[in-house]
């Protein structure tokens, strides 16, 4: 069985930094793309950033520049570092691991969600 369990969310005050990790356990024989998702209260769930297997990135307008997203493929772990933190970043943050293969045989492809972690960025 496959779980991804995220740590690193917390309080911080505008301006402040956090990292967040993500790492996939189980069965696991490939991973396609990983990602960082949010959700705020009230509002939709959005994509933050994301990165490929070869290290490719991709970041929403709104946190480009602040956030780096990055991976260790042998781990099958990734990791948000967010800076110059502001109070809109608040949300519950979700690792997706898209695309994630369990074998190589043909239909044992899915994609997976963490169970989110608490950023709140407060003074």
């Known amino acids: 069985q496959v779980q991804l369990v995220e740590s690193g969310g917390g309080l911080v005050q505008p301006g402040g930094s956090l990292r967040l990790s993500c790492a996939a356990s189980?069965?696991?024989?490939?991973?396609?793309?990983m990602g960082w998702y949010r959700q705020a209260p009230g509002k939709q769930r959005e994509l933050v950033a994301t990165?490929?297997?070869?290290?490719?990135?991709y970041y929403a307008d709104s946190v480009k520049g602040r956030y780096t997203i990055s991976r260790d493929n042998a781990k099958n772990t990734v990791y948000l570092q967010m800076n110059s933190l502001k109070p809109e970043d608040t949300a519950v943050y979700y690792c997706?691991?898209?695309?994630?293969?369990?074998?190589?045989?043909?239909?044992?492809?899915?994609?997976?969600w963490g169970q989110g972690t608490q950023v709140t960025v407060s003074s």
């Open positions: 997706n691991a898209g695309y994630l293969c369990v074998s190589s045989s043909y239909g044992t492809c899915s994609d997976y």
């Open positions: 189980g069965s696991i024989f490939s991973i396609k793309d």
């Open positions: 990165i490929t297997g070869g290290g490719t990135t």
